[in-house]
């Protein structure tokens, strides 16, 4: 059975920093790419992060470049965002998504196959 468990969310001042992790069980050895995305009430999700498993190349979105770290531990399987400087507009519902398949673009939600449940983040102000 494949999950994915978010955890580190929770409430921060604007400034303030956080990690998220999402450990993965199942079929890990099959992901080529891990990803963060976020929902925010009333939007969209959108991509913040990604890392392929094997190389460790990484890609952001413009609004947490700068910001945010995407990183990973094979051995444990796991996969963590480090936010600093967070702002209000960063309040969401984190998601990790993980990707059986390659040749996708890593910032499109329908490339990923997995999803965990998600971890909230507040920032406030």
């Known amino acids: 059975q494949v999950q994915l468990v978010e955890s580190g969310g929770g409430l921060v001042q604007t400034g303030g920093s956080l990690r998220l992790s999402c450990t993965a069980s199942?079929?890990?050895?099959?992901?080529?790419?891990m990803g963060w995305f976020r929902q925010a009430p009333g939007k969209e999700r959108e991509f913040v992060a990604a890392?392929?498993?094997?190389?460790?190349?990484?890609s952001y979105a413009d609004s947490v470049k700068g910001r945010s770290t995407i990183s990973r531990d094979n051995a444990k399987n796991t996969v963590y965002l480090q936010m600093n400087s967070l702002k209000p507009e960063d309040t969401a519902v984190y998601y990790c998504?993980?990707?059986?398949?390659?040749?996708?673009?890593?910032?499109?939600?329908?490339?990923?196959?997995?999803w965990g449940q998600g971890t909230q983040v507040t920032v406030s102000s």
């Open positions: 199942g079929r890990t050895f099959s992901y080529v790419r």
């Open positions: 998504a993980a990707a059986l398949r390659s040749g996708y673009g890593s910032s499109w939600s329908g490339g990923y196959d997995d």
């Open positions: 890392i392929r498993w094997t190389s460790g190349s990484t």
